[in-house]
């Protein structure tokens, strides 16, 4: 083995001016929202641990400092080859094109494009290189749309998770925060770069640092803790049983389940505190219950009521063995569509993992089958119902955003019975400020494109299914053979609209409201996106009913579509021609049916049923 060099360094010292490329055989880009978030709660949540209003700049240098882990490099032909690390290296890149966008116009800027690019004979390249990636990372460096129709896994994921970020990143670091927050993970963050001169080494490394002496998860540490406090061997080896079958069952479900849930289903049935976001703030129950629950337990085990023998046999038995058996039942409502929870899987579709504690917590072990799913249609219909106003109103559903107020919430339902639950839950929504009244200019952007791709499914659904029609909503959002997108009805052409748009800009703002909106296969605009307003009109009339209803033919020898609007009374009409007006009416429409959709009224009735 030749010579091995380890060193720390810094974000900077890491990435300034140094290329790395990824070999060939190098698996894809594989990290999903969930390990960004939780990228961005630990740099994040370090960050606030030294950060104060006020501080200069300097005080930066006395903050926490954060250890990011290894990456192991080799070396060859005058080129750094990552062996291990790139996960890493890629999402850190990614975060520093964001903090690149979201510094573009302050007065006070960090430079770090020298971290991101390098340039070389008047050619920009990315020190994180690798090729067929490369257009993906320029439209992200320079803040442009990208089409990832019919790219790699890698790429697809590169675009996805740039768009997670700037979801998670808080919005208390956006402004005054954010040269402070970029100073310290430049200065303050650290890896440990292995460099080896031959992949056999390197690999070598890799290996031994991951296969040797497995170490214990805390799902195996949490059982042997409970395990070990049940005295009559035969207890403890029933219990032993269920437990390894009931894991088995978690692991088999995906990977991150079997955490996912002991952190869901602590945090649902326990957690009382959680840490401020202030500097010198202590991780409460909250917080240990996402890091280290099977420390909490042990350090709770008298508040939880883990006192005897019977208590831990009783917390496996019957607590462990309900709440994985419905949080399994719930990963799976997420995934495919299931009768009467199908608010599971719409929550899930806007990745909102936070919906699990939530949907565990007024769920107790006494429950019966048709109780347990009343409560989570209740609890998923109230995410529903919030997640779609914020939407609607530009806020975001990131998790770090979002946390707080769904930590209120979840202790505030713990336990409840039905009617209770509806009432309450009822009452939270209540107390919102922004619904879909408080914002009649809706419009698609760049990044609430996909969220907005969900929103008119579930109106387009909405309109064919209350018509008598059969649902078609799992077409309208997956990547079938026939790929639906949101599209515009005016054609970019602004020229054609002068009379009442002289400037190009306000055109455009106008264009992207929801009312000038469509869900249709991307082959349709493919086709006809260009054309006249008139010139598509009779290709909207073979499309979904939503479309159709452009079109005056629509309304006859139609009459379940008659009788939905006569029953609801909305604002349903043709338009032979589509000027600012009939786009202004369509927005009125669209914002009157998801006042049907998403009804908080619908709580009180099925807390009734």
Not at 3 to 24: C, H, M, N, P, W
Not at 33 to 51: A, N, S
Not at 150 to 171: K, T
Not at 359 to 383: G, Q, S, Y
Request: aromatic share 12%; glycine share 4%.
């Amino acid at each position: 083995m030749r010579e091995i060099l380890g060193k720390a360094q810094t974000v900077r010292e890491l990435l300034k001016g140094v290329k790395y490329s990824i070999d060939y055989y190098q698996r894809e880009y594989k990290w999903q929202d969930k390990q960004i978030r939780e990228l961005v709660e630990d740099l994040t949540g370090k960050f606030l641990e030294g950060y104060e209003p006020g501080h200069e700049r300097r005080k930066v240098a006395d903050y926490p400092h954060y250890f990011l882990g290894s990456i192991i490099i080799s070396k060859k032909d005058n080129a750094s080859y990552i062996v291990d690390g790139q996960q890493r290296l890629t999402s850190l890149t990614l975060l520093l094109i964001l903090l690149r966008r979201l510094q573009s116009d302050a007065v006070v800027q960090v430079n770090i494009d020298e971290l991101i690019v390098s340039e070389k004979y008047g050619q920009k390249s990315f020190n994180l290189h690798v090729v067929e990636r490369d257009p993906c990372m320029t439209a992200l460096y320079e803040d442009e749309p990208f089409d990832v129709t019919d790219r790699s896994e890698s790429v697809r994921n590169l675009y996805a998770r740039y768009q997670d970020l700037d979801e998670c990143f808080p919005e208390d670091l956006r402004g005054e925060a954010l040269p402070y927050f970029i100073d310290w993970l430049l200065e303050n963050v650290h890896l440990v770069e292995i460099t080896a001169y031959s992949d056999d080494d390197a690999y070598t490394i890799f290996e031994t640092m991951n296969d040797r002496g497995l170490s214990l998860s805390p799902t195996d540490m949490l059982k042997g803790y409970l395990l070990a406090n049940i005295s009559d061997a035969e207890t403890r080896s029933i219990a032993d049983t269920r437990w390894r079958s009931r894991v088995r069952q978690l692991d088999e479900a995906g990977k991150e389940v079997e955490p996912d849930f002991f952190k869901a289903w602590l945090r649902s049935q326990y957690a009382t505190r959680i840490r401020e976001r202030k500097k010198g703030a202590r991780p409460e129950d909250f917080d240990r219950i996402g890091t280290e629950f099977h420390r909490w337990l042990r350090d709770a085990s008298q508040g939880v009521g883990l006192r005897t023998s019977d208590d831990f046999q009783r917390f496996i038995d019957r607590d462990f063995d309900f709440y994985s058996r419905w949080y399994l039942k719930l990963v799976d409502a997420s995934r495919t569509p299931a009768e009467g929870l199908e608010h599971v899987l719409y929550n899930a579709q806007h990745g909102f993992t936070l919906q699990y504690m939530l949907l565990l917590a007024p769920l107790t072990p006494d429950d019966d089958t048709e109780t347990v799913r009343r409560k989570v249609r209740l609890v998923a219909r109230f995410v529903d119902i919030l997640l779609t106003w914020r939407l609607w109103n530009f806020r975001s559903i990131a998790y770090s955003t979002m946390q707080y107020a769904m930590f209120l919430v979840m202790r505030d339902i713990r336990g409840l019975d039905v009617p209770t639950l509806g009432k309450r839950l009822h009452e939270t929504l209540t107390d919102e400020t922004e619904t879909f009244a408080s914002n009649d200019r809706l419009r698609v952007h760049q990044q609430n494109r996909y969220a907005l791709h969900r929103i008119l499914a579930r109106l387009t659904d909405y309109v064919e299914t209350q018509s008598g029609q059969p649902s078609r909503y799992t077409d309208y959002v997956n990547a079938g053979k026939v790929r639906y997108e949101v599209e515009h009805i005016w054609a970019d052409h602004p020229e054609r609209h002068a009379d009442e748009f002289p400037s190009a800009a306000d055109f455009a703002e106008h264009r992207n409201r929801v009312g000038g909106l469509l869900l249709l296969p991307k082959t349709f605009n493919a086709s006809y996106g260009d054309l006249p307003y008139e010139d598509k009109l009779a290709h909207y009339n073979t499309q979904n009913l939503l479309a159709r209803s452009l079109h005056t033919q629509c309304y006859e020898h139609n009459p379940g579509f008659v009788r939905f609007i006569g029953d609801t009374g909305l604002p349903f009409r043709a338009h032979d021609r589509f000027a600012k007006a009939d786009l202004d009416q369509r927005s009125d429409l669209y914002r009157k049916i998801a006042e049907l959709v998403w009804d908080p009224t619908d709580l009180l009735r099925e807390a009734c049923t």
